[in-house]
């Protein structure tokens, strides 16, 4: 049974930073790309960064140089590092593993973030 468990979202001032994190299970790692998308209310879900399992990274252009995604190949976890955030940056955060060779997605629940002052 594939989970992903996302960890770390939460109410935040503009400015602030958060961490989110997501605990891979059932699946093997190395072989999935790892992604943070999010969705905000009544907009789709978009992809806001993604990580190889060699460490490859793609961001969205709105989130570049503000957030950072890392992966732990040893312990299965996933991070999204997000720093100066900003009220457009509210929405529901998803984990995602998509196998390399496009087989199988796997999402989690989502976690919320909110920024507001």
């Known amino acids: 049974q594939v989970q992903l468990v996302e960890s770390g979202g939460g109410l935040v001032q503009p400015g602030g930073s958060l961490r989110l994190s997501c605990a891979a299970s059932?699946?093997?790692?190395?072989?999935?790309?790892m992604g943070w998308y999010r969705q905000a209310p009544g907009k789709e879900r978009e992809l806001v960064a993604s990580?190889?399992?060699?460490?490859?990274?793609r961001y969205a252009d709105s989130v570049k140089s503000r957030f950072t995604i890392s992966r732990d190949n040893a312990k299965n976890t996933v991070a999204l590092q997000m720093n100066s955030l900003q009220p457009e940056d509210t929405a529901v955060y998803y984990c995602?593993?998509?196998?390399?060779?496009?087989?199988?997605?796997?999402w989690g629940q989502g976690t919320q973030v909110t920024i507001s002052s």
């Open positions: 995602n593993a998509r196998h390399y060779d496009y087989i199988a997605t796997y």
């Open positions: 990580i190889s399992h060699g460490g490859s990274t």
């Open positions: 059932g699946i093997i790692f190395m072989n999935y790309v």
